[in-house]
T-cell receptor, first 115, second 116 residues
């Protein structure tokens, strides 16, 4: 069965500090997709990025970067130079077989960025 | 382009009462999902539709929950009768194509249900 674990429940940083969110996943499928979603206080889940199991290339997009390592089943997410608007709950998610199959979410990590 | 629309945003009912939630997906999105999010947890899938067909409803508690998507566009999720443990946020999501087309899922703002 698929499982996603986000060990950090809450992270508090001061503005402009970097913050890294950990995500560890379990799956028996060889084809799977990993996602990060942001949930601000308004409640709407905002899609940030996805990676498939065949693409281990890490990526930087603006202040966001991702580190996907199949060897350790990890898909970590870093916000560089954090801003107050980054305060939200961040969810890591996994789908097996196809990106449109059901998403299995981790428990989320609450990020609080203080001015 | 408008996102996924859900209504109502908030609902308070007494236990044993029925309740219904409505979702209108992003225009052109054929796949629609209903997720349940308990406080402090990640969402869990209840049901997935491809057009008007429910293709994954294995986690929908069918004794009290039902859903429909009659014309393959908007959808309604119903609970009858509601129990205290149903208090949660009900999220609707949609994606452009079927699951194997590998499009992302886009979520609506959710309906927060409180059962008293």
């Amino acid at each position: 069965a698929q499982k996603v674990t986000q060990a950090q429940t809450e992270i508090s940083v001061v503005e402009k500090e970097d913050v890294t969110l950990d995500c560890v996943y379990e799956t028996r499928d060889t084809t799977y997709y990993l996602f990060w979603y942001k949930q601000p206080p308004s409640g709407e889940l905002v899609f940030l990025i996805r990676r498939n199991s065949f693409d281990e290339q890490n990526e930087i997009s603006g202040r966001y970067s991702w580190n996907f390592q199949k060897s350790t089943s990890s898909f970590n997410f870093t916000i560089t130079a954090s801003q107050v608007v980054d305060s939200a709950v961040y969810f890591c998610a996994l789908s097996e077989g196809a990106a449109g199959n059901k998403l299995t979410f981790g428990g989320g990590t609450r990020v609080l960025v203080k001015p | 382009e408008a996102g996924v629309v859900q209504s109502p945003r908030y609902k308070i009912i007494e236990k044993k009462q029925p309740v219904a939630f409505w979702c209108n997906p992003i225009s052109g999105h054929n796949t629609l999902y209903w997720y349940l999010q308990n406080l402090g947890q990640g969402p869990e899938l209840l049901i997935r539709y491809e057009n008007e067909e429910a293709v994954d409803d294995s986690q929908l508690p069918k004794d009290r929950f039902s859903a429909e998507r009659l014309k393959g566009v908007d959808s309604t999720l119903k609970i009858q009768p509601a129990e205290l443990g149903d208090s949660a946020v009900y999220l609707c999501a949609s994606s452009l194509g079927p699951a194997e087309s590998n499009y992302e899922q886009y979520f609506g703002p959710g309906t927060r249900l409180t059962v008293t």
